[in-house]
Nanobody
Framework: QVHLEESGGGLVQAGASLRLSCAAS????????MGWFRQAPGKEREFVAA????????VYANSVSGRFTISKDNAKNTVYLQMNSLKPEDTAVYYC??????????????????WGQGAQVTVSS
């Protein structure tokens, strides 16, 4: 059974950094794209970043490009999201997701089959 567990969330001030981790278990995901989405209160879940099965071809939402970096360690079955220069508008629950079928990353929620429970990130001004 596939299980994704996020860690690394927390409360920080604007301008600070955080690194989220998502450990996957149940099978290997070296052939699967993985991604991060986020959902703020009262808003739809939105795409943040994604990466290919091999750990290349990263893609980012415009709102985080240049500040966030996604990476993937297939030996550890883990995907990371390094978040720098955090802003109050980055406050949300962050979810990691695994495609389960696609090698190349997608920005579309429907292409991801497995989801974690989420990690809260709160950025104060």
């Amino acid at each position: 059974q596939v299980h994704l567990e996020e860690s690394g969330g927390g409360l920080v001030q604007a301008g600070a950094s955080l690194r989220l981790s998502c450990a996957a278990s149940g099978r290997t995901f070296s052939g699967d794209a993985m991604g991060w989405f986020r959902q703020a209160p009262g808003k739809e879940r939105e795409f943040v970043a994604a990466i290919s099965g091999s750990g290349g071809h990263p893609v980012y939402a415009n709102s985080v490009s240049g500040r966030f970096t996604i990476s993937k360690d297939n030996a550890k079955n883990t995907v990371y999201l390094q978040m720098n220069s955090l802003k109050p508008e980055d406050t949300a629950v962050y979810y990691c997701a695994v495609s389960g079928s696609d090698f190349y990353p997608s920005t579309t929620r429907m292409t991801y089959n497995y989801w974690g429970q989420g990690a809260q990130v709160t950025v104060s001004s």
